[in-house]
């Protein structure tokens, strides 16, 4: 599986949530809300320290998104495609089937 990053969704991170180079963030799945993939679960990120069991993992501009195994589940057979929503002003997520 991968974790693409639009350039757009990168720059909401560094602006909004404020990363920076070096900073690593997590994303993994969190009980309520729905998801195209998972009704009941919704997906949801967090800083976090670096990855010690990642099933995917992306750097972009010294900045590390990653999964790690515990939330292989959720993602199963799919890629994460981290989009900005410009209506919203904030990310979005999509999911693209591996096939």
């Given at each position: 599986m991968e974790i693409k990053v639009s350039d757009q969704a990168l720059q909401w991170f560094k602006k909004d949530v404020e990363l920076k180079q070096g900073d690593t963030v997590k994303f993994q799945a969190k009980y309520g809300g729905s998801s195209p993939i998972h009704d009941g679960?919704?997906?949801?990120?967090?800083?976090?320290?670096?990855?010690?069991?990642?099933?995917?993992?992306?750097?972009?501009?010294?900045?590390?998104?990653?999964?790690?195994n515990t939330d292989e589940w959720y993602f199963k057979g799919h890629n994460l495609l981290v989009e900005y929503d410009e209506?919203?002003?904030?990310v979005s997520y999509e999911y693209e089937e591996i096939n």
């Amino acid at each position: 599986m991968e974790i693409k990053v639009s350039d757009q969704a990168l720059q909401w991170f560094k602006k909004d949530v404020e990363l920076k180079q070096g900073d690593t963030v997590k994303f993994q799945a969190k009980y309520g809300g729905s998801s195209p993939i998972h009704d009941g679960f919704s997906l949801a990120f967090q800083l976090h320290e670096p990855a010690k069991n990642a099933i995917a993992k992306t750097e972009k501009d010294g900045i590390t998104f990653f999964i790690d195994n515990t939330d292989e589940w959720y993602f199963k057979g799919h890629n994460l495609l981290v989009e900005y929503d410009e209506k919203l002003d904030e990310v979005s997520y999509e999911y693209e089937e591996i096939n």
